[in-house]
């Protein structure tokens, strides 16, 4: 199976390049980004070692990005202040406010703010 190069870049000409990705982990990430519902069953890994290479680099993609989500999360709220809309940092985090909160304790961040603030 041949791996796959992913190089993003921004305006002004800056990149990195990531190696060694799967194509079908590289093809998921890439419909995951352009907003595609549609998930496909890996379509280039057909033997079992690439079908748990594929599912090891996807695991660790999955993992890193859940911990990206809870610090973008707890971010969100210490730049909202006191008032921070947390309704809309749950919506805009795809969970019920229930796991919300559990992220947010786990940063420290006091469910009711209105004690924190005394």
Do not use: C, W
Not at 24 to 48: C, E, K, M, S
């Amino acid at each position: 199976m041949k791996k796959l190069r992913i190089t993003i870049g921004d305006p002004d000409g800056n990149t990195d390049t990531a190696t060694g990705l799967t194509p079908d982990l590289g093809n998921a990430l890439l419909d995951g980004i352009r907003g595609d519902r549609h998930v496909q069953a890996p379509q280039q890994a057909t033997t079992f070692n690439d079908l748990t290479e594929t599912l090891a680099q996807t695991s660790h993609l999955i993992q890193h990005l859940e911990n990206f989500r809870k610090e973008t999360i707890a971010a969100a709220d210490r730049a909202g202040g006191p008032h921070a809309d947390r309704k809309a940092i749950g919506i805009a985090a795809g969970m019920p406010r229930s796991r919300l909160y559990r992220i947010l304790d786990e940063y420290g961040r006091p469910r009711d703010r209105k004690q924190a603030s005394e």
